[in-house]
């Protein structure tokens, strides 16, 4: 059974509208309506006419399944939506929340509440996909398992290192193409693999793009770039962690300490 909420007694007898609140992973928070005017909430104001959103039927299911619901979002009457392709598909709504209200003038519903765990976007649509918060129980249990490689995540709270201490800021040389970065780097073969370049300036400014391979002044990414990299434009490359101890853990990042494999332990065998 829902939980009855306040209404908004502004609204004409009759009226009923809906509420859309995105709370994005930096804590920022985004207010719509689907009503014809600005309405007050809980202390916040939903923006009337800035978004136009289609919403799918909410799936609700009994068991282990989560529940979902599609919506898909068209700029509103200025022609502007902060939901833009480059903002969507450069991963813009990873980690999102979602909350769907629907008022009348006297009480009001939580109709949805959670995750937006699929986002694409073009020109003139996003389409977002929204499950239960339930979707984080999708997890593998025990949290700490054995393995031959390091649990921690680099640059995490186990792995202790911090990230800006190995941030190498650089620009794109002549000759770069959307997946390959030309620069002035002069770490050896394969130190940035696996890690993260993050743009500064440029088209592809705030984009992060993994990398697959690099060598001296060379740096393959694993997906190409939307927009083709323009001299001069600056980014930051991180180095990344295969997880292995001695090369990587002690060579590379002198962090033995706070290692969290377990190389030594015997593989299985079979007898005959």
Known sequence: MKTAHPGIPELAVGVICETYRITLSNGTALYYTTGDVDINYYG??????????????????????????????YPGINGNSILSPEFVNNGGLDLAWLTIFRVRQNYGV???????????????????????????????????????????????SGCGLIKANFANPSAVLSGSTHRVLLCGLTQALGYFDLGTVTFTSGANNGVTRTISYSDIGNIRLSYPLKNAPEVGDTFIAYPGCDKRMAETCAGKFSNLPRYRGFPFIPVPEATI
């Open 110 to 156: 939580c109709l949805f509440d959670g995750l937006i765990s699929d986002a694409t976007a073009d020109r003139s649509k996003a389409e977002l996909i929204a499950s239960a918060g339930t979707l984080l129980l999708n997890i593998d249990m025990p949290r700490n398992v054995y393995t031959a490689g390091c649990i921690h995540t680099l640059f995490d």
């Open 44 to 73: 916040q104001t939903f923006l009337a006419g800035e978004l136009i959103f289609d919403r799918g039927p909410i799936r609700t299911v009994v068991g282990v399944e989560v529940d979902d619901v599609a919506v898909t979002v």
